[in-house]
């Protein structure tokens, strides 16, 4: 991560996981190890180039582990490192946040059997 400087500790944190992915990627990760094909799967409509790039931004911030297996043919792994861990908490409040919202206002979600909503 560069030497970006911040106003606030909540502008740092929505820094290292904002954005329309990264969220998703964690949520994917919450319960255990996965290898990218697993993500790929998991998270609907999300590019491989996408994907490849929110994992390695979560990495260069340690909250993702990138684990290379020394095979052929290469097996990677990520998973949450300590840090991401303590991240679960947070965003499982924030979906139940978003069911609550959502049942309150009369919005539908098409839950994709790929989707990782529950």
């Known amino acids: 991560m560069d030497k970006k400087q911040y106003n606030c500790f909540f502008q740092l944190a929505t820094d290292m ?20 094909g697993e993500l ?14 929110q ?26 490192t300590n840090s991401g861990e303590k991240l679960i908490p947070i965003l499982e409040e924030l979906h139940d946040w978003g069911k609550e919202y959502a049942v309150e206002n009369g919005i539908n979600i098409v839950k994709d059997a790929n989707c990782v909503i529950e």
Request: no cysteine; proline share 7%; hydrophobic share 40%.
């Open 17 to 36: 996981i904002g954005g329309k992915w990264k969220g998703m990627v964690l949520w994917a990760l919450k319960k255990d190890v996965k290898r990218n």
């Open 55 to 80: 994992l390695r931004e979560l990495e260069d911030v340690g909250i993702v582990e990138r684990i290379v297996y020394p095979v052929i043919p290469p097996k990677v792994e990520y998973k949450l």
């Open 40 to 53: 790929k799967r998991l998270i609907p409509h999300i590019s491989q180039k996408m994907l490849t790039q």
